[in-house]
């Protein structure tokens, strides 16, 4: 099966898009409109890639000076592989300015972890769960490491900064939503959930309760009947925020003076597994 007929399934970052803005979901989602890169977005695709070649290696070689020289040849074959990022950058001055934000996200990281100690039981995990009478959950997990005892930790990189104690929700619910996955996939409740940003260095450190599961399971439920609420009716309606001024689709916003696309009816179906309503 392609990817374009997968099933209907809901994933930590469509979750958070619902959550920032319903007609953001709807273009990303049903609408499938293609997107502009970003420096940002594509800065952090490249250290991850960095981070998951790096433990290809044998332990005694992972090292800062490993990592730092495979950052320029993996930008180089994203390159190719995508012709398009070259725009990213308006001059050869700005592309080097760039890899070196790069090159300091990879330092940051070894003053975090010691790669050379560490053996990943998986990197760029694909999870899939079917909740009973609830949505098709996916995701890709950074790393999963399991200690001798069993013991489970998952461990997700965030090229930002860390977020202040008073947010920080979206990153501990995407955390949670891969605790759930884990633990009803490996029959056992990972015993601690990490984030590292390695922008500044900081940390944010979870141990997830049968509680806190019960609780992001019922959120989970409760955001896909509202998604297909809004899919029903055929209104995915927009929600102003700070978010909006790195929106790439003010053009297609009612919010924002802008025309979206006539919603298609078969698209909301293929996309979403119901149909609006008449």
């Not at 433990?55 to 012709?83: F, G, H, I, N, V």
């Not at 619910?173 to 029959?187: I, N, S, T, W």
């Not at 006539?262 to 609006?276: F, I, M, T, Y």
Request: proline share 9%; with cysteine; aromatic share 8%.
């Amino acid at each position: 099966m392609s990817a374009a007929r997968r099933a209907p399934a809901l994933s930590p970052s469509r979750a958070g898009d619902f959550r920032q803005c319903p007609h953001l979901y709807r273009l990303r989602v049903v609408d499938k409109i293609p997107e502009p890169p970003s420096a940002a977005a594509t800065l952090g695709t490249l250290v991850h890639a960095v981070l998951e070649d790096l433990y290809d290696q044998p332990a005694r070689e992972r090292s800062e000076q490993a990592a730092l020289a495979m950052l320029e040849p993996r930008w180089r074959l994203m390159l190719k592989r995508t012709p398009a990022l070259g725009d990213l950058h308006a001059s050869p001055a700005d592309e080097s300015a760039w890899l070196d934000d790069g090159r300091q996200r990879l330092r940051t990281y070894f003053t975090m972890e010691n790669p050379q100690r560490l053996e990943p039981d998986a990197r760029e995990e694909f999870v899939e769960l079917q909740l009973p009478d609830g949505p098709l959950l996916r995701g890709f997990i950074d790393r999963v490491d399991v200690a001798p005892d069993g013991s489970i930790r998952i461990i997700d990189y965030k090229t930002g900064k860390t977020p202040l104690p008073q947010y920080g929700a979206k990153e501990k619910f995407q955390m949670k939503f891969y605790a759930l996955l884990v633990e009803r996939l490996r029959g056992r409740r990972p015993a601690l959930l990490q984030l590292l940003f390695l922008k500044d260095g900081g940390t944010l450190v979870l141990r997830p309760t049968s509680g806190d599961l019960d609780l992001v399971e019922h959120e989970i439920r409760e955001l896909w009947d509202e998604i297909l609420g809004a899919a029903k009716a055929g209104v995915f309606r927009p929600q102003k925020s700070k978010l909006c001024g790195w929106c790439s689709f003010q053009s297609l916003c009612p919010a924002f003076g802008g025309t979206p696309p006539e919603l298609d009816p078969d698209a909301v179906e293929v996309a979403l597994g119901v149909r609006p309503q008449a």
